[in-house]
């Protein structure tokens, strides 16, 4: 099978070696194991981050959303069959999805999206379930609750805050403020259903002020949290919620005790790493998001479709995701 793969990291993106195309062969499923074809993927910033940053010991493919149809299965599946269309976000310990054919433990994929195509459906699994573990499983904001509370979005119009705005606006009662700094990403936010949004680049303390919002219940930061540290535990309410993905250099607890503001960390990888006994919990995720997209409640995040699946489009995605100026998710489909 065709597949893309790197082998050394740290290598500039504009390299043909940063990404290139080889020929392997095709995997077999183990027990509880689809055999997917794949037909979309999208890329997401860990993509880059471990090209960038994690030396493999051979060539490693990457990627970890992908949409296709069942091709095989193991011995022990039951939840799929053969000729099903899935998507997935993969588990981070195993080769990714940028190949013709990909593993995936059934316990961590879903039944696809009828209503939209297979690029379309690629662009939400991983930000689907990292902004659904945010919302509900860490903050645990219940559905149809959090009247009269406020949430505080930094980061919104990227892969995850804008499905994340998308759930916290159509399934919950909070008020929902994301933060963008260009016009058009702004715009997507309130398309998205932010009730306000506000400019990261500037101090958020006067932009809140002039919406007449002070305080938050809860924030979630989705992108240079060392960066906003202080004006988030500023803008938290006593007893607040900070939850956030990404890698602080450095982040220091100790000023959240005066406020007792509790921390929470979100690995969407957490689950299929550690092969938690409650695995099966993003299976039911990613059928729950399926069913919100199907009904027209929620919708895709696909921001750039840079075409099929080869090496030289790989790299043009992760240039532009390292470019910090990417809106929404960034898709591929078919070889």
């Given at each position: ?244 993905i990404d890698d602080p250099a450095t982040l220091d607890a100790l000023p959240l005790k005066r406020k007792s503001i509790s921390l929470h960390w979100e690995f969407m990888f957490t689950r299929s790493m550690y092969r938690a006994a409650d695995m099966l919990a993003q299976h039911q995720l990613l059928e729950r998001i399926a069913a919100l997209i199907d009904q027209g409640v929620i919708r895709t995040t696909v921001g750039e479709h840079l075409g ?28």
């Amino acid at each position: 099978m065709k597949a893309i793969v790197y082998d050394k990291a740290g290598l500039p993106i504009d390299q043909e070696q940063a990404l290139y195309e080889v020929d392997l062969p095709r995997p077999q499923p183990g027990p509880r194991d689809l055999l997917v074809k794949i037909e979309a993927i999208a890329v997401n910033p860990v993509d880059s981050k471990l090209r960038q940053g994690v030396q493999p010991p051979g060539p490693r493919i990457l990627g970890w959303d992908a949409a296709g149809v069942v091709e095989a299965v193991g011995a022990e599946v039951e939840l799929f069959k053969v000729g099903d269309a899935v998507w997935y976000a993969g588990d981070i310990t195993r080769a990714g999805s940028y190949a013709e054919y990909g593993l995936v433990d059934e316990r961590i994929a879903g039944h696809r999206p009828q209503s939209i195509p297979a690029a379309q459906a690629a662009a939400l699994p991983l930000t689907g379930i990292t902004a659904w573990e945010l919302l509900f499983d860490r903050l645990k904001v219940d559905e149809q609750g959090g009247e009269g509370q406020r949430l505080l979005v930094i980061g919104a119009g990227g892969g995850v805050g804008s499905i994340l705005v998308q759930l916290a606006a159509r399934l919950t009662r909070l008020t929902v403020v994301g933060t963008a700094s260009r016009p058009n990403t702004q715009q997507w936010v309130r398309e998205l259903g932010a009730h306000h949004v506000i400019d990261h680049s500037q101090p958020f303390a006067p932009q809140l002020k002039a919406i007449g919002i002070e305080q938050f219940d809860h924030v979630i930061s989705l992108t240079h949290t060392d960066s906003y540290y202080t004006q988030i535990i500023e803008v938290l309410k006593p007893q607040g919620q900070l939850a956030l993905i990404d890698d602080p250099a450095t982040l220091d607890a100790l000023p959240l005790k005066r406020k007792s503001i509790s921390l929470h960390w979100e690995f969407m990888f957490t689950r299929s790493m550690y092969r938690a006994a409650d695995m099966l919990a993003q299976h039911q995720l990613l059928e729950r998001i399926a069913a919100l997209i199907d009904q027209g409640v929620i919708r895709t995040t696909v921001g750039e479709h840079l075409g099929t699946i080869s090496a030289a489009n790989v790299r043009k995605a992760h240039a532009l995701i390292e470019s910090n100026k990417a809106v929404g998710k960034i898709v591929l489909a078919g070889f």
